[in-house]
């Protein structure tokens, strides 16, 4: 009994894990390094701003954030050096990369960039433009492909 027990047990189990593989079939990982940016102009009254970058998933009503960087203090050629590994579905390539200023109350918003996986330059110099598409700032980011994702 034990024996045809396991083997079902066992079974199952397979069939389980060939569906989990299957919903996550073709993902991959990307390291996204975000290394530096220049920012035309200052948002702050010091004529400065204090930067950070997200990263997210772009969603038909709502970002999905992923990742966001230190804040930079007074500062328009911020250097933040920090890395992410996200992982990306072939369903979902899309991803939108945001620069904000930090306020006590309410942070104002550099700039923007879309990108689609998978990406092909290594070393990326992105321009950021703000929601009229007039160019904020300029972003150096590495986005290079680091292997298969496995659940
Ligand atoms: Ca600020």
Known sequence: MSLYGD????????????KGNKKYENHK?????????????????????????????????MNKWLFQ???????????????????VSPKNPDYIIEI???????????????????VQEELQHLVLNDRSGKKTAVLIVSIEEDGWFRP
């Open 29 to 61: 990982f990307w390291k996204v390094r975000f290394t530096s940016a220049e920012i035309d102009h200052g948002y702050d009254s010091n004529n400065k701003a204090d930067p950070y970058v997200r990263i997210g998933k772009k969603g038909k009503i």
């Open 69 to 87: 960087t230190r804040v930079k203090e007074a500062t328009l050629s911020p250097k933040w050096d920090q890395e992410t590994r996200i992982v």
């Open 100 to 118: 904000w200023d930090q306020d006590p109350i309410k942070d104002d918003f550099i700039g923007f960039a879309e990108i689609k996986f998978p």
């Open 7 to 18: 083997i079902l047990k066992v079974s199952i189990l397979l069939c389980f894990m060939a």
